[in-house]
C-alpha cells in the first residue's frame, strides 16, 4: 500500500465518542490544528446504550465539564426531552442532574458543532498505527496509508477495538449497534507497550411503543424548576415525555434461571469483566435471588422514533428467551422488539500506565481518554477527553500540566482513581469515592472550575460574563442572608414554622442552620425577590452546611501538604531501604507523581509514606 501524508496537525485525536469530541473540541479551542479521526461519521457522540445524560455523580462530572469549557452540558440542555433532579430528598452533596435526550438529536448537534469548529477537520477512516520516532509520537497512519502528522495523539476508541457483539450463542465481529469494530490498532498498542485487557458491557433491548401498555406502568415526569447543565443556560429544558416504571416478577426470574446455560454470561462464553454497578438483568437474577421483582425503566429514544429504551434490563440472552423474557413484564405482554439486547466485549489498556495528565508513560505524546481507559459511561469519558485536549494542547504550548486534584473537582476523582487505583473492571463515578463530596457539589462547579480557564479561549467572553454576573448574585445573596432579622418578624417566623432558639439578633443565615428553608425565609421576610431560585440554593446549602465545610476546608489542607511533596521522576524505589517489598513493587509499578498520590496507592501503608518523607527530607 502506497502511503502518503494526509495533512499535518499538532493534534490527532483517534474517535469521535464523547471522549474524542471534547477532545477535539479543547485542543481546537485552544488554537491548535485538529484532526479529529473517525471510523464512521454517522458515529460521532453516538449514544449506543441509555440516550441519557447525567445521573448520580455523573451530573458533577457534567456541570464540571460544562464550567471548564466543554460541550456536553450544553448540547443535553438543547437536545433534551425531560429533565430530573435525582435525589432531592437526599442532602445536596448528591443531588444530581439527570437528561433524557433526543438520541439522534443529540448526534446531530454535536456534529454540528464540531464541523463548525475552527482548528478543526472532521476525517472518516481507521487507525492502523500510531507513527514513533525516538520516543516520541509523530503522527498516525489509516488503514488506507494516509499519515497524519501530529505533536500529540489522544486516543478515544471507545469500545471499538477489537469490539465483538454477543447474544446468545451468536458472536460477531461488531462495534455497538452493528458500526464496524476498529481491528488493526490494538496489536499496535501492545508493540508500543500499553497492558491490554479485556472488559465487557452490554445493552437492552429497544422496544416498539406502540406494542407497550403504558397504563399497566408507572407514569415518571420531568422536574419542575429544573436548572439547565450549562452554567451559560439560564432556562431549563422544556419537558416534553414521559418516562415510565415497571417491574420484573417470578415468572421474568424463572425463564432467565431455567435457561442460564443458554447465557454466555454464566456458560462459560464471556470470561471479560463486566461493569459490577450496572449489571445484566441475568446478574440480578441470580446474584440477588431474595428479591421478588426489579424496577424497570422505559424511556423514549427520541422525538422521531417509537423506539423505547428498557433501562434495568439489558441482556445478553439469545433472541427467544429475550422475547419470552420481556413480554414477561407487566406492561409489555404484547411488546415487540425492534433491537435486540446484546452484550460487547472490548480491548482497554491499563490505566496504571498513564500519568494524571492522560499522557502515557513510556512514550511521549501519547495520550488516552474514555473507555480505553477502563470506564463506562459517556460522562466519564467526556471528563477525560476534556482533560487529555487540555493537557496535550498545553504542553504543545509550553504551559504547566493542567491536573485537578480531588478536593478540586469529581474529574480529579476520577482520574487520580485511575491512574493511582487502577481498575480491574469497568469503572463508573459515584458520590462515594470523593471524600470530600461536600465541597464539590454540582451548582458550584463553575465557582471551583471556571477560574482555572481564565486567560485561554476555553472561557469566551460569554461564559466569563455570565460567571462573573452569577458569582457576583451569589455573594449578594449571601450578604443579606447575614444580615439580622427584624426581631418580631423573626418571632412570628418561628411561631409559623417551628424553630427553635433565641431571635434577638438572629440573623437569616442562624435561621437556616436551625432548620429553616431559604423560600420560607424569602416568602416571610420579603427579601431575595427576583434572584434566580438556583442561585439561592447554593447559598442557602453553603450556609447549612459551613461547619462541615470548614472541617472538609481543614481537611483539604493538611492533604495538600502531601500532594505539594513532588516524588523525583528518577526515583529507584527499589533501593529505598525501609519500604516494604509489596510498597517497592506498587510504587514502581505506579511511579507517582507526589507523595499524596503515593499514599493513596493499594499496597503503600502509613509507614510506608513515612519512609518516603524521609528520603525526600535527606535527599533534598
Do not use: W
Not at 139 to 152: F, H, N
Not at 388 to 406: S, V
Amino acid at each position: 500500500m502506497k502511503k502518503f501524508v494526509e495533512g499535518q496537525f499538532d493534534i490527532v485525536v483517534v474517535g469521535a465518542g464523547h471522549a474524542g469530541c471534547e477532545a477535539a473540541l479543547a485542543s481546537a479551542r485552544l488554537g491548535l490544528k485538529t484532526a479529529m479521526l473517525t471510523l464512521n461519521l454517522d458515529s460521532i457522540a453516538f449514544l449506543a446504550c441509555n440516550p441519557s445524560i447525567g445521573g448520580t455523580a455523573k451530573g458533577h462530572l457534567v456541570r464540571e465539564i460544562d464550567a471548564l469549557g466543554g460541550e456536553m452540558g450544553k448540547n443535553a440542555d438543547k437536545t433534551a426531552l425531560q429533565m430530573r433532579m435525582l435525589n432531592e430528598g437526599k442532602g445536596e452533596a448528591v443531588q444530581s442532574l439527570r437528561c433524557q435526550c433526543d438520541k439522534n438529536a443529540y448526534h446531530r448537534e454535536m456534529k454540528s458543532v464540531l464541523e463548525n469548529t475552527e482548528n478543526l477537520r472532521i476525517i472518516q477512516g481507521e487507525c492502523s498505527q500510531i507513527l514513533i520516532n525516538d520516543g516520541k509520537v509523530y503522527g498516525i497512519q489509516t488503514a488506507y496509508g494516509g499519515i497524519l502528522e501530529a505533536k500529540a495523539v489522544i486516543l478515544c476508541t471507545g469500545v471499538y477495538l477489537n469490539a465483538e457483539t454477543i447474544t446468545g450463542e451468536h458472536r460477531q465481529k461488531s462495534g455497538p449497534s452493528g458500526f464496524a469494530p476498529a481491528t488493526m490498532l490494538t496489536q499496535n498498542l501492545i508493540e508500543l507497550g500499553f497492558n491490554v485487557r479485556r472488559f465487557k458491557t452490554g445493552t437492552p433491548a429497544r422496544l416498539d411503543g406502540r406494542t407497550i401498555n403504558f397504563d399497566k406502568c408507572l407514569s415518571q415526569s420531568g422536574g419542575e424548576k429544573v436548572p439547565p447543565f450549562s452554567f451559560i443556560n439560564y432556562k431549563s429544558a422544556e419537558n416534553t415525555r414521559e418516562c415510565y416504571i415497571t417491574y420484573t416478577n417470578s415468572h421474568t426470574h424463572s425463564l432467565i434461571l431455567d435457561n442460564l446455560d443458554r447465557s454466555p454470561l454464566y456458560n462459560g462464553d464471556i470470561k471479560s469483566a463486566g461493569p459490577r454497578y450496572c449489571p445484566s438483568i441475568e446478574t440480578k437474577v441470580v446474584r440477588f435471588s431474595d428479591k421478588e421483582r426489579h424496577q424497570i425503566f422505559l424511556e423514549p429514544e427520541g422525538a422521531d422514533t417509537n423506539e423505547i429504551y428498557v433501562q434495568g434490563m439489558s441482556s445478553s440472552m439469545p433472541h427467544d428467551i429475550q422475547r419470552e423474557m420481556y413480554r414477561s413484564v407487566e406492561g409489555l405482554e404484547k411488546c415487540e422488539i425492534m433491537r435486540y439486547a446484546y452484550a460487547i466485549e472490548y480491548d482497554c489498556i491499563d490505566t496504571l500506565d498513564i500519568y494524571p495528565t492522560l499522557e502515557f508513560k513510556k512514550i511521549e505524546g501519547i495520550y488516552t481518554a474514555g473507555q480505553i481507559n477502563g470506564t463506562s459511561g459517556y460522562e466519564e469519558a467526556a471528563a477525560q477527553g476534556l482533560i487529555a485536549g487540555i493537557n496535550a494542547a498545553f504542553k504543545i504550548q509550553g504551559k504547566a500540566p493542567f491536573i485537578l486534584g480531588r478536593d478540586e473537582a469529581y474529574i480529579g476523582v476520577l482520574i487520580d482513581d485511575l491512574v493511582t487505583k487502577g481498575t480491574e473492571e469497568p469503572y463508573r463515578m459515584m458520590t462515594s469515592r470523593a471524600e470530600y463530596a461536600l465541597s464539590l457539589r454540582q451548582d458550584t462547579a463553575d465557582f471551583r472550575l471556571t477560574p482555572k480557564i481564565a486567560g485561554t479561549p476555553l472561557l469566551t467572553e460569554e461564559r466569563k460574563e455570565k460567571f462573573e454576573k452569577r458569582k457576583a448574585i451569589y455573594e449578594e445573596i449571601l450578604k443579606i442572608l447575614n444580615n439580622r432579622c427584624d426581631y418580631r418578624a423573626a418571632c412570628a417566623f418561628a411561631e409559623k414554622y417551628p424553630i427553635a432558639g433565641e431571635m434577638h439578633g438572629a440573623t437569616y443565615a442562624d435561621l437556616i442552620r436551625r432548620g429553616a428553608r431559604a423560600e420560607d425565609i424569602k416568602r416571610h421576610f420579603e427579601i431575595l425577590d427576583g434572584q434566580p431560585d438556583e442561585v439561592i440554593k447554593t447559598a442557602e446549602t453553603t450556609v447549612k452546611y459551613e461547619g462541615y465545610l470548614s472541617k472538609s476546608r481543614a481537611q483539604i489542607e493538611r492533604a495538600k501538604k502531601l500532594e505539594e511533596k513532588l516524588l523525583p521522576k528518577d526515583i529507584d524505589y527499589t533501593k529505598i531501604e525501609g519500604l516494604r517489598l509489596e510498597a517497592r513493587e506498587q510504587l514502581e509499578r505506579v511511579r507517582p507523581v507526589t507523595l499524596g498520590q503515593a499514599a493513596r496507592i493499594y499496597g503503600v501503608n502509613p509507614a510506608d509514606v513515612t519512609v518516603l518523607m524521609v528520603y525526600l527530607a535527606v535527599n533534598k
